[in-house]
């Protein structure tokens, strides 16, 4: 049973906007229905089972419209599998896990997100805004480090975790009794 997934990003110069645009053409190929939207555009998590968010991350601070989006939407959140990552590191740095920081560290702990992980950017001086990311664009960091594959397997697994948790004892069909209770332990039971 396919699951309606938000796709949200908040990107400066467009790296994490083609990193959230893989991650839902994967999530689609596995059945799921999905929608890729700027995160300035999400007004509303209700209509989604599912929730992906990623940010780019410059000088280990997220985009303010992402963290606002968390904020925002805590308690719709809660009730809804939710991905976090984030994008930025180039240069010999790519494949350097960023650390959350500490106000998208909390959020995530008060949704139930697990910790973001980390793609590797990309710095193109055709795009570069802002007097540093120009500057570091004529340099070695200039270029295209986002992993394609490496993003394509982590949407398979955000994948594999929804249908897991569709398919999970606990999430059992409303017309399913419960089995009754008989006060005697299950075989094999350990009571040490």
């Known amino acids: 049973m396919a699951k309606k997934v938000l796709v949200a990003y908040a ?13 839902g053409a994967e999530l689609r190929a596995h059945g799921h229905d999905v929608e890729v939207l700027d995160v300035a555009l999400v007004k509303d998590v209700t209509p989604y089972d599912a929730v992906v968010l990623g940010s780019a991350i410059y000088l280990r601070r997220w985009r303010r419209e992402a963290v606002r989006f968390l904020s925002h939407n ?4 809660r009730h809804r599998q939710v991905w976090l990552f984030h994008s930025g590191p180039v240069g010999p740095d790519k494949d350097q896990d960023q650390v959350m920081p500490p106000a998208v560290h909390h959020l995530a702990r008060e949704i139930g997100a697990t910790p973001a992980v980390t793609f590797a950017g990309r710095l193109d001086p055709a795009t570069a805004t802002g007097f540093l990311a120009r500057r570091l664009a004529t340099g070695n960091l200039a270029g295209d480090f986002r992993d394609w594959d490496r993003v394509r397997r982590w949407a398979a697994d955000v994948s ?22 008989t006060g005697k332990h299950p075989a094999g039971h350990f009571l040490g």
């Open 11 to 23: 990107s400066k110069m467009g790296a994490t906007a083609g990193i959230a645009e893989a991650v």
């Open 74 to 77: 805590v308690e719709g959140l």
């Open 160 to 181: 594999a975790a929804i249908e897991a948790t569709q398919r999970s004892s606990w999430h059992r069909p409303p017309d399913v009794p419960a089995p009754k209770r």
